[in-house]
């Protein structure tokens, strides 16, 4: 009779001790510190999903947009892709014989950092024509795929989609959490970005809308296949990106996620819409943890990622948000302790 009356006892403690861990919501940010960076995505959550707000939006139309590099994952020294793209060129360099006294491939096979940093975008058009096209989409999918899972990063001795932002992580989930839909719309390239956005992100294939080349149908022996052509197709910065989230998403975004003047034309596009709507750009001014680069805020300047002091100015002017990693953010990496 103690026996049952003991368990009874510890039933009734259990089950009052889930029942009061429900009434308390666990953080949906952990990684973010408190500040006016944390509470804007609260409050936009909260308005957006109260029926009673009139801010309240359906959660069809719940639609927020990310850029990809210097917003969810790092873009320093160099970005990923370019990183990706110059060790096409040395994997492909003896099949081109070429490329010994043809310029940019001669200083990416024979020089330093100092002179691919010099790089001019013809320079970069002519070495993504090389690396990125000139096989079917399936050829590149699997060659970044393979890429990606071998290649790492200098700094840290960590694989690429490891280098992502935990607390960028957290607020994809937060969203998704509260139906919204989250989509990527990055000036990088599309076919590269989707190679790894399901896994690293949880966005689909289908949800990446980026830069691209042209393609074409072609019938070959092991069926029908699309063609990668060194042309471009959609430039997907600046103007392009409000032009693309019309072209392929249809919808015009609730909140809108960047981090230098590239993404300006979204999240001006994004505020626009009325209603309570958000703009977001990463400020790196750490260092220390991850990198600082502006030249806003008298940060060094870059020709990566540029966060110029006149976009830091007009941010402060429409009301969008400016996250300090040195100071929104407890952690930047998942793997941090």
Not at 95 to 100: A, K, L, N, V
Not at 125 to 145: C, V, W, Y
Request: with cysteine; aromatic share 10%; proline share 6%.
């Amino acid at each position: 009779m103690r026996i049952a009356r003991f368990i009874l006892l510890l039933a009734l403690v259990a089950g009052g001790l889930g029942c009061s861990a429900a009434l308390v919501p666990s953080d949906p940010l952990p990684s973010w510190n408190d500040g006016p960076a944390r509470s804007a995505i609260l409050a936009l959550v909260d308005a957006a999903t109260d029926e009673s707000s009139p801010a309240y939006v359906a959660p069809g139309e719940r639609i927020a947009t990310f850029d990809n590099d210097g917003t969810l994952w790092v873009e320093h020294p160099l970005y990923t892709q370019g990183v990706f793209a110059l060790d096409r060129v040395r994997a492909l360099a003896p099949e081109h014989p070429e490329w010994r006294t043809e310029e940019p491939f001669r200083s990416v096979l024979t020089k330093g950092e100092a002179a691919i940093s010099g790089f001019h975008m013809e320079d970069w058009q002519k070495i993504i024509a090389a690396t990125h096209t000139g096989m079917s989409t399936e050829a590149f999918e699997q060659t970044a795929r393979r890429w990606l899972g071998a290649a790492r990063d200098a700094r840290w001795d960590r694989r690429y989609p490891e280098l992502v932002y935990q607390p960028m992580l957290e607020v994809l989930q937060y969203l998704r959490d509260n139906e919204f839909e989250t989509f990527i719309v990055s000036g990088g390239g599309q076919e590269f970005i989707r190679v790894f956005s399901d896994g690293t992100y949880g966005i689909p294939t289908w949800k990446v809308v980026g830069s691209s080349v042209e393609t074409r149908w072609e019938e070959t022996e092991r069926g029908p296949a699309l063609l990668r052509e060194p042309h471009l197709f959609f430039l997907d910065d600046h103007q392009g990106k409000p032009v693309g989230i019309n072209l392929f998403i249809g919808t015009r975004p609730v909140a809108a996620f960047g981090n230098s003047g590239g993404d300006r034309e979204m999240l001006e596009w994004t505020t626009a819409g009325g209603g309570r709507r958000m703009g977001m750009l990463v400020l790196h001014d750490d260092a220390r943890r991850e990198y600082a680069y502006g030249p806003a805020e008298g940060l060094p300047d870059t020709h990566v990622g540029r966060f110029t002091q006149e976009l830091y100015d007009e941010a402060r002017r429409k009301g969008w948000i400016v996250v300090s990693m040195r100071k929104d953010w407890k952690r930047i990496f998942p793997w941090e302790d």
